[in-house]
């Protein structure tokens, strides 16, 4: 599968004051390593406002922050998990918020390679074990190691 | 029964709203039913919309004429899927179309 998945992108047990911070330390890492163009961290932020991605998942909540295609140069996941949690606006909701604890930051640049890998994303992101597993985890190379187990393969 | 059109529908058209097309498009065969189920990003919506018997949305605050709009987001979480299911097959079931 072609999106990756390295344990430089993960940050454990991150302290982060809102979503904003967080999602600029993992966009800024993958644009470190020639993941995304400039304008990801940018389109990430827009889009949050008005396509927000806060996902209600139980017991652990999480967020699939994303932006189009145009801003990647190739396929990637970074991961966070927090001390404390942060708020997004609930995914296809105008009001409501959901206090996010593991966001998942997507970078996709081809649309339809990208069906298998999605399929996969949303068997494991409704896997309350592996999720509790990887708030858990202190160790990024053993997240990494999870992600790619179960996204990957 | 015809075949029926679902659109899902998210910002981008390329993460969420794949993801809830292939759990509904494997849903709805295992029930029977024939679907052509479509991802699309939000700006695309106006071409789309004649064609759709349902729209499965993910998109904040969706207005919609003479076409029904489900919240899809129990796809994503795994939590309340098989009330919404449920809620779509009857829709698509009891559909004039």
């Known amino acids: ?153 | 029964m015809a075949k029926k059109r679902i659109i899902t529908l998210c910002g981008s058209g390329i993460a969420s709203s794949t993801i809830v097309a292939q759990k509904v498009k494997k849903a709805c065969e295992e029930k029977g039913i024939d679907v052509d189920v479509k991802p699309i990003a939000f700006r695309e919506l106006q071409g789309e919309i004649l064609h759709a018997d349902l729209i499965i949305s993910i998109t904040p605050g969706l207005k919609v004429d003479n076409v029904p709009v489900v919240n899809g987001v129990s796809f994503l979480t795994g939590v309340g899927e098989k009330n919404v299911l449920d809620e779509i097959f009857k829709i698509l079931e009891e559909g004039k179309k």
């Open chain 1, 1 to 153: 599968m072609d999106v990756k998945i390295d344990e430089k992108f993960v940050l454990n047990n991150y302290e982060a004051k809102n979503k904003e911070e967080v999602i600029m330390k993992l966009a800024n890492i993958l644009l470190q390593e020639g993941v995304v163009k400039d304008s990801f961290l940018r389109s990430v932020l827009e889009r949050e406002k008005r396509f927000p991605t806060g996902l209600p998942t139980e017991p652990v909540k999480i967020a699939i922050p994303h932006t189009d295609a145009e801003h990647c140069n190739s396929s990637a996941i970074a991961v966070a998990t927090l001390t404390e949690p942060v708020r997004f606006g609930l995914m296809g909701d105008d009001k409501e918020t959901v206090d996010v604890r593991i966001i998942f930051l997507l970078a996709l640049n081809k649309k339809e390679e990208q069906a298998i890998f999605l399929s996969k994303f949303s068997q494991f992101i409704c896997d309350s074990k592996v999720i509790e597993e990887i708030l858990l985890a202190n160790d990024s190379s053993y997240v990494a190691s999870i992600l790619k187990d179960r996204l990957c393969n």
